[in-house]
């Protein structure tokens, strides 16, 4: 069985540094493209980033490009989102999630940005 | 960045309608690279529609989807109790990929 499990999530102060993982089992995780999506509280779904299996190819919103890296280690299985000079804006609930197009999503790992 | 945008905001209907959800593309693009999700409070989004019209595994009959260019559509032909939820579209053929504001489906 799929799964995809967040962590590093928490409180950060405005200007901060955070790094996401996610670890992915029951799946072949080389063969397929990841991304991250986020949901503020009460609000939509906004596309954060996507990478592709290989790692080759990285896409970003406008909105946090440049502040956000995504990254994977096919050989632990796991994805990475390093988020700088975060905003109060990018508090949300950041989901892991596989393919494209997105076919599972894991429970998401909380980040609040606040002073 | 294309932009995606539904309508109507929130659908009020009955078990048992037809429920029909827009969403509309600020420039076109492929109907093979557009999804719909549901979403239900405190779950995480489940794939209904890949490819604009291709019921993902595991999915009812009663949701179909259809369109091209700019325009598409999710149809539930006959609501249950359990579709009452949010529903998202979302494009993953140009990056960055983008979600609809979504439709929320209400119990009338």
């Known amino acids: 069985e799929a799964q995809l499990l967040e962590s590093g999530g928490g409180l950060v102060q405005p200007g901060g540094s955070l790094r996401l993982s996610c670890a992915a089992s029951?799946?072949?995780?080389?063969?397929?493209?990841m991304n991250w999506v986020r949901q503020s509280p009460g609000k939509g779904l906004e596309w954060v980033s996507g990478?592709?299996?290989?790692?080759?190819?990285?896409y970003y919103a406008v909105s946090v490009k440049a502040r956000f890296t995504i990254s994977r280690d096919n050989s632990k299985n796991t994805l990475y989102l390093q988020m700088n000079n975060l905003e109060a804006d990018d508090t949300a609930l950041y989901y892991c999630?596989?393919?494209?197009?997105?076919?599972?999503w894991g429970q998401g790992a909380l980040v609040t940005v606040s002073s | 960045e294309i932009v995606l945008t539904q309508s109507p905001g929130t659908l009020s209907l009955s078990p048992g309608e037809k429920a029909t959800l827009s969403c509309r593309a600020s420039q076109s693009f492929s109907s093979t690279f557009l999804a719909w999700y549901q979403q239900k409070p405190g779950q995480a989004p489940r794939l209904l529609i890949h490819g604009a019209s291709t019921r993902a595994t595991g999915i009812p009959e009663r949701f179909s989807g259809s369109g091209s260019g700019t325009d598409f559509t999710l149809t539930v032909s006959r609501l249950e109790p359990e579709d009452f939820a949010v529903y998202y579209c979302?494009?993953?053929?140009?990056?960055?990929?983008?979600f609809g504001q979504g439709t929320k489906l209400a119990i009338k």
């Open positions: 979302h494009q993953y053929g140009s990056a960055p990929y983008t």
């Open positions: 990478i592709s299996a290989l790692g080759g190819y990285t």
């Open positions: 029951g799946f072949f995780f080389e063969r397929n493209d």
């Open positions: 999630a596989r393919g494209r197009p997105i076919d599972f």
